[in-house]
């Protein structure tokens, strides 16, 4: 089993649509959690960082963790053709500061 | 504020070479981390330097190795290249506070093994 599982696309959705994007862990040591957004071509950028579970919301960004049933979730409102693009979840313990990521989601939105 | 920069953007080796690939972190970031990031594969850790001192280190082996510079600057070196080397190779860097650091990625470099 891998350590972070993460939803498989691609994802097509109309312009307007809210998107949920999810991924799933089995080491409970992971504390701090990312949403990291990758355009083709490009590095990944950070989008939402969290560590606690609950809801921490950024505009039309909302990251919720629940560390009880080692799951996150990235949800996107207003989904705009801008936001096509890889999105990652991320992970990592406070121990050695590596990131675990997902294999990503690629996302398109269509105007 | 400059981003994390990475050289040489395209870089195309044949098997059994060498390949020198460089980062250059955010001004004030004193850790540098690289993964490989291959198709189908996502992103996997390869290094994490800190303060000069290689700090853990992924499943990859002895082959790939790497160095960080007194400017925190870091080079990855991947000897006897294999076909499966070809990927996007990517630097991030972070303040090195542990636990609690945000990482930032740059561009990366791609790698072709032919």
């Known amino acids: 089993q891998k350590e972070v599982e993460q939803d498989p696309g691609p994802l097509s959705v109309p312009e307007g649509a809210i998107v949920s994007l999810n991924c799933t862990y089995s080491?409970?040591?992971?504390?701090?959690f990312m949403w990291y957004r990758q355009y083709s071509r490009k590095g990944p950028e950070l989008l939402m960082y969290?560590?606690?579970?609950g809801n921490k919301e950024d505009g039309r960004f909302t990251a919720q963790v629940d560390k009880s049933s080692k799951y996150i979730s990235l949800f996107i409102r207003d989904s705009q053709p801008s936001d096509s693009a890889t999105y990652l979840c991320?992970?990592?313990?406070?121990?050695?500061?590596?990131?675990?990521f997902g294999k990503g989601i690629t996302l398109s939105v269509r105007p | 504020e400059a981003g994390v920069t990475q050289s040489p953007t395209h870089l195309i080796k044949t098997r059994g070479q060498q390949a020198t690939l460089r980062c250059s972190p955010i001004?004030?970031?004193?850790?540098v981390y690289w993964y490989q990031q291959a198709l189908g594969l996502g992103l996997q850790f390869l290094l994490w330097?800190?303060?000069?001192?290689?700090?853990n280190r992924g499943n990859f082996p002895p082959r790939f190795s790497g160095r960080q510079f007194p400017n925190y600057s870091s080079e990855l070196n991947v000897n006897a290249l294999e076909l499966e080397d070809s990927a996007l190779y990517l630097c991030?860097?972070?303040?090195?506070?542990?636990?609690?650091?945000?990482?930032?990625f740059g561009p990366g470099t791609r790698l072709t093994v032919l």
């Open positions: 969290t560590y606690s579970s």
């Open positions: 330097y800190d303060e000069g001192e290689e700090r």
């Open positions: 001004s004030g970031h004193t850790s």
């Open positions: 991030a860097s972070s303040l090195g506070l542990a636990g609690a650091d945000t990482q930032y």
């Open positions: 080491n409970s040591a992971f504390q701090y």
């Open positions: 991320a992970m990592r313990t406070g121990a050695n500061s590596k990131l675990t």
